[in-house]
């Protein structure tokens, strides 16, 4: 065993029993494929460590919600963490307390993020996802519909990643509306509505009404913005347009460390997984993902061995066969 080999076997054998680490390969199941001679990328992968684990432990199936429903990320995470889809608050609120920014207890927070859109027969269309824009032109476009005053309702958008951002909703409203993001270029720009079971509650009717007031302004600031005159000089598609999904709003729960008597902290990178740690009263370490997922996993682990003594539970996160799934390439997730 090389030097390497003994510091690792040390580090498995000094977290001592009474700790409760959740290593968590995020997006880690999926189906079979032909190329993988009807494997799933598990199946085919070759994986020593879990496989010393599996046999040294006792292993189960845990169905986040039931068998076949495949749950969002967050939405797995908090009932992991034992709590009921109905305290569930929504991603936009998640990823807003990730993100830093402040939310009132009354606002509504919403993911958002720039697009191309093309009109026509009065109808708007998205033109592309994401178009490719440079740091400067997006922190331009950002800026140019950071707040929309109503009269009862304020709208604003904080930019969190180049085109990505939260849309935060002020005033006499409510999370229950529709998304307007249609997530596929060539689909109809979804207009925001109440949903189903709020339907005739005016507080959401109002919420609906005002932020499609704002994204239609948004429309015509981003379309006269300098940046997007230029593109269009430049043969480029505009970045004219704002589209929302997943609103949030804060619900009071019970704080972790009260519902199950341990201390604990989430090892991980991402916004949603920081903001989901605030709201449920975990501490937060930071981390970024390099090229080598192993490395990085490894570097968490000593993390844990290193802070042994200052918590009892230990969320370790690693997004890397989720990322590798949006590739579409199962050989992806197998390498």
């Known amino acids: 065993m090389n030097g390497a080999g003994k510091e690792k076997k040390a580090l ?30 598990l199946q085919a992968a070759r994986t020593p460590i879990m496989d010393e684990l599996a046999a040294r432990g006792t292993n189960g199936l845990f169905h986040a ?58 109808t708007l269309i998205l033109a592309e996802v994401r178009p490719p824009v440079a740091k400067e032109e997006a922190d331009q476009l950002a800026a140019a519909v950071a ?25 006499d409203v409510t999370p229950y509306i529709t998304d307007t993001d249609p997530l596929i270029a060539g689909q109809v720009l979804i207009e925001p509505q109440p949903l189903h079971h709020a339907a005739h509650d005016a507080q959401s009717k109002q919420s609906a009404q005002v932020l499609k007031s704002y994204l239609l302004w948004c429309r015509t600031v981003l379309e006269k913005h300098p940046v997007n005159q230029a593109r269009i000089k430049q043969g480029k598609l505009p970045v004219n347009g704002l589209v929302t999904q997943r609103p949030g709003q804060w619900r009071d729960v019970e704080p972790f460390t009260k519902r199950w008597g341990l201390k604990g902290v989430s090892i991980a990178s991402g916004l ?9 009263g975990l501490n937060v370490h930071k981390v970024k993902d390099s090229a080598d997922p192993g490395e990085d996993l490894y570097e968490r682990l000593c993390w844990v061995d290193e802070h042994k003594e200052a918590f009892d539970f230990f969320h370790v996160h690693t997004k890397a066969p989720d990322a590798a799934a949006h590739t579409k390439n199962p050989l992806n997730k197998v390498a």
């Open 12 to 41: 498995r054998e000094s977290i001592r029993p009474s700790h409760c680490v959740v290593v968590l390969l995020d997006g880690l199941g999926d189906r079979s494929y032909p190329e993988l001679g009807h494997k799933t990328p």
């Open 65 to 122: 919600a039931r068998p076949g429903v495949v749950l969002p990320s967050e939405n797995a995470h908090f009932a992991m963490f034992g709590y009921s889809p109905q305290d569930f608050p929504g991603r936009g609120l998640l990823e807003a307390l990730g993100a830093g920014i402040e939310v009132g207890t009354t606002d509504v927070a919403l993911l958002a993020h720039f697009v191309s859109l093309v009109e026509k027969e009065n």
């Open 147 to 171: 707040q929309y005053p109503h009269d009862t309702i304020t709208c604003r958008f904080t930019q969190t990643r180049n085109l990505d951002g939260i849309v935060s909703l002020s005033g």
């Open 272 to 280: 949603v997984y920081w903001g989901l740690s605030k709201f449920l």
